[in-house]
């Protein structure tokens, strides 16, 4: 064999991105914890907003759209939960030496388990915000406060919230590689999502407050927050990106 035709075989070896990606669904797919997190995430998110919607007195449309989100406040920390559990279970099973060998590349396997996990969790969104709209409309039927799933707001909560939720889960995924545990990468996570944002104000630090998950998540559904959309949107890419930027070296200096 030619030092050619070896090259070629070395390369054939190699899987492509989008061989790694659709590995990485097929993991993910086969973990019962992606369903029940999903699962939940949905009944929560649809379950909170369509009752925070249906409270008191007949709301402003802009008031209304909001309540649409109201329950991703808490059931954020589902989709956190999986892309925390996407990256550990890969050492809690003992997959991660086959999956380390099979993509040698470590930005490839980090890359494409980040791309499977945001995907997952942003199309979630999708779904879960449809049936919040479906059953938090069906009360304002005959309303004038009623809203269509193509007015403005709902339109910019729509894009938004899969953007935010997607990134998170991102986030906690890079935190997994990072520590490749469930429970320290899942308390990280939920840390910074629900606990920072009591802390970080109450030691002065304003401009942190500002820059917190919670702050910028609702700068890019359209909600009342002190940033700008676009501002919101480079600070939550850096939430995620910082993560899985650290986990690339950390994975390729302790291996497998």
Not at 83 to 112: C, I, K, Q
Not at 194 to 216: D, K, M, Q, R, Y
Request: with cysteine.
């Amino acid at each position: 064999m030619s030092v050619r035709d070896a090259g070629r075989a070395v390369a054939m070896r190699v899987p492509s991105f989008a061989t790694v990606v659709a590995g990485e669904w097929l993991k993910l797919r086969t973990m019962r914890s992606t369903w029940w997190l999903l699962a939940a995430f949905v009944i929560v998110t649809a379950g909170m907003g369509a009752t925070s919607s249906a409270g008191g007195s007949d709301p402003s449309t802009e008031d209304l759209a909001g309540r649409l989100v109201a329950g991703l406040a808490l059931s954020v920390a589902f989709p956190a939960a999986l892309g925390a559990v996407a990256a550990t279970s890969e050492w809690s099973s003992g997959l991660a030496r086959v999956s380390l060998v099979v993509t040698p590349n470590r930005t490839r396997w980090v890359l494409s388990k980040a791309a499977i996990v945001c995907l997952t969790a942003g199309l979630a969104t999708v779904v879960a915000l449809g049936l919040t709209f479906v059953l938090s409309m069906a009360r304002y039927a005959n309303s004038s406060v009623a809203l269509a799933i193509t007015d403005p707001d709902v339109l910019v909560i729509f894009a938004g919230a899969p953007v935010f939720v997607a990134l998170m889960a991102g986030m906690a995924l890079g935190m997994g590689v990072l520590l490749r545990h469930s429970g320290g990468a899942v308390s990280m996570a939920v840390g910074l999502l629900f606990v920072a944002p009591l802390i970080v104000p109450a030691v002065g630090l304003p401009v942190l407050t500002e820059a917190l998950p919670t702050s910028t998540g609702l700068a890019l559904m359209g909600l009342p927050s002190p940033l700008n959309p676009a501002v919101a949107l480079v600070i939550t890419l850096l939430w995620a990106a910082i993560p899985l930027a650290a986990a690339i070296p950390a994975l390729k200096r302790r291996g497998a």
